[in-house]
Structures are given as structure tokens and as C-alpha cells.
């Protein structure tokens, strides 16, 4: 049997498959087995009340996981989709607690990635896909991240993840859109096909493991320093340390890796670079701030979680 119609079999016999989506891997499960489900959060070692989201291979069989559809969620979907957006909605009664971490609202995505698209398509049904990584970690962009770190019953190999980071989360559930995640697809280009102005999550925005603390952390600990700075704080670390920066520091250091100075080309590189560094054996992960613009928000946010 080739390699699709046997994962779409194990996801239909509540096993989990990890695939390629053009943000990050994620670790599939059949959204209506509350068993899969579980043996999902299991895996990944997840508080199981916490929501995940769930993927489509179209707009029509996501929104029949959610109610009240409204206008601002057919424009997006229109824009975006398939691509990296993940709408929060109503939900229906496809979506039950077990996958809504019991909150009224559902997560919903079509991502674009064709093996993703393919696997969807075959299973033709919600799979509830968390990134493919341990919880707390850094998310996993490529099939190796994924084999190393989860046991899991069938990894589909679609080479590394384009975007690299998190899809952009809206919620779209309440009167007024929320940013709650951002990602490749920013506030502005929002914002210009909803018309309206996108409000920041705050503490009453519903619960995202995304929005905890420390999240998308590697194990060595991570600071966050600028420009000026890098060198006095390299030579205050000693041989210890790692750094992740936009040139080569002037400062001796052993583990180094430069960064891409656009968003696309940094987020398509940021969690493997991360995860290398993390292998290391250094005391400190010294990361060089990027640029305030807002079309570094998407990095900003991750990074500031990386380091704590
Ligand atoms: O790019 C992505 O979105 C990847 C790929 C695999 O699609 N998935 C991903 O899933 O990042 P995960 O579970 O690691 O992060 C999903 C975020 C979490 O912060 C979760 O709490 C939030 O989405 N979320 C899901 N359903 C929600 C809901 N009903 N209300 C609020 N937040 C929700
Ligand atoms: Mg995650």
C-alpha cells in the first residue's frame, strides 16, 4: 500500500501519524475518536484540557465543525485558505469536549502543504493535530525532529516545513476578531480583508497552550540580547555558550549560527537552528534581538517564549 492510504488507515483505526504541514510538522489523530484523542495527548504529554486544532482538506468540511459561521470567517477562508491560518468559531456538535479542552469555540485549519492536503483528502474527516513536538518544546519542522522526539505509529516524510512557525490563530467566536497567535500571514493583510481592526489576545481571551509562558523553549536556557550588547555578554559566558545572531560575533565563540535577515527566510530556519544549538551541551543560548518592525511580531512572539 503506498504511503497516504496507509496513514489515512491508521488514523482510521485511532492510530497517530505525524505529517508535513507548510508550518510545522503535526501529530494527527482522527478528531472524532475520543480515544485517538487521547492517546494524542498522551504522546505529545499534554494537559488534556487543552484545546487542539483541526485539519480539513476544505473550507466546506471545516465550517461543518463550527456554527454561526460568520461573514469575517467565509472572507478569510476565501483569502487564506489553504494556507497558514487557523480560525477559532463556535462550535458545532462534530466538535466535542474532548478536542475543544470543553470551551464552546473549535479550532480550524485547511493547511496547504500537498502531502498534508493529500492525507486529509484520503482520511476525509477531522484530524486534530497539535504540532508534533513534546509539550513545552520547540515545535518540529522536519521529519527527524519528529522521530526523535515522539513515539508515534506512522511519520510521513514532506521534507521541511516552508513557513517554519506556528500558523496565525484568529478568533473569530466572540463580537470582534482576536489575535491570538501571529504568523506568517500578519495583522495588516487581516485586517485589509476583514476591514476592521484585529484586537490583541488578553487574559480574557479563552485558554491557548500558545499563550502559557514558557512554550516553544529549548531545554538550554535561552536570552534574549541586542545587538550592541551580544559581545560583553558572550565574553561574560565563557566557552559555555551558544549563539544564534545576524553576523559572526567579534567575540570567540564555538557554536554559532547566522540567521537569515528577512522574517520568511529567519521563521523557515528558527526551530531547527534552535534545536541544534540545544544539542550543544552550552550553559546559555544567547539569541540576537531582531528588528522591532511588525513584520517581525510573528518572531518576536516566539522567541520571547523561547527565552522565557
Ligand atoms: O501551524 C499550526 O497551527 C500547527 C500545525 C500542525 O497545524 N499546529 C499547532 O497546534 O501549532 P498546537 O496545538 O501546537 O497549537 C494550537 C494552538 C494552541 O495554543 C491551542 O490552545 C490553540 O491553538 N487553540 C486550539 N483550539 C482553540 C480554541 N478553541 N480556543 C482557543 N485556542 C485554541
Ligand atoms: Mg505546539
Redesign the pocket.
Known amino acids: 500500500m503506498s504511503e497516504i492510504p496507509r496513514a489515512a488507515e491508521i488514523l482510521r483505526a485511532g492510530g497517530l501519524v505525524a505529517f508535513p ?1 507548510e ?4 501529530l494527527g489523530a482522527d478528531a472524532s475518536s475520543a480515544t485517538a484523542v487521547a492517546r494524542l495527548y498522551a504522546a505529545k504529554g499534554r494537559p488534556a484540557d ?4 483541526i ?1 480539513f482538506s476544505s473550507p466546506e468540511g471545516a465550517f461543518e465543525w463550527g456554527r454561526d459561521i460568520p461573514q469575517a470567517a467565509r472572507k478569510l477562508a476565501a483569502r487564506f485558505w489553504p494556507g ?1 491560518l ?1 480560525l ?1 468559531l463556535k462550535r458545532s456538535a462534530k466538535a466535542k469536549d474532548f478536542v ?2 470543553g ?1 464552546d ?3 480550524l ?1 485547511v ?1 496547504s502543504h500537498p502531502v498534508a492536503r493529500e492525507l486529509l483528502r484520503e482520511f476525509d474527516g477531522g484530524v486534530a ?4 513536538n513534546r509539550f513545552g518544546n520547540v ?1 518540529a519542522t522536519t521529519a527527524a525532529h519528529v522521530i526523535g522526539e515522539l513515539n508515534v505509529d506512522y511519520v510521513l516524510d514532506g521534507g521541511a516545513s516552508e513557513v517554519g512557525i ?2 496565525t ?1 484568529v ?1 473569530l467566536s466572540g463580537g470582534v476578531p482576536v489575535l ?2 501571529p504568523g506568517a500571514i500578519s495583522r495588516l493583510q487581516l485586517e485589509e480583508i476583514l476591514g476592521t481592526k484585529i484586537l490583541d489576545a488578553n487574559s480574557a481571551s ?6 502559557l509562558e514558557r512554550h516553544y523553549a529549548p531545554r538550554t536556557p535561552a536570552l534574549l540580547v541586542p545587538p550592541h550588547a551580544l559581545d560583553a555578554e558572550i565574553a561574560k559566558h565563557g566557552d559555555a555558550v551558544a549563539v544564534l545572531a545576524f553576523s559572526r560575533p567579534d567575540e570567540r565563540v564555538e557554536y554559532w549560527i547566522r540567521m537569515p535577515r528577512t522574517p520568511q527566510a529567519y521563521a523557515q530556519r528558527l526551530y531547527a537552528a534552535l534545536r541544534e544549538l540545544d544539542t550543544a551541551d552550552c550553559s546559555v543560548i544567547l539569541i540576537e534581538t531582531p528588528p522591532q518592525a511588525a513584520e517581525w511580531d510573528a518572531i518576536r512572539d516566539r522567541l520571547s517564549r523561547a527565552t522565557g
Open positions: 504541514t508550518t510545522v510538522y503535526g487543552h484545546p487542539v486544532i485539519h497558514p487557523t477559532i475543544t479542552g470551551q469555540s473549535v479550532g485549519r493547511p493535530a497539535p504540532s508534533a515545535s506556528e500558523s490563530i478568533d491570538l497567535r479563552p485558554r491557548h497552550s500558545g499563550g
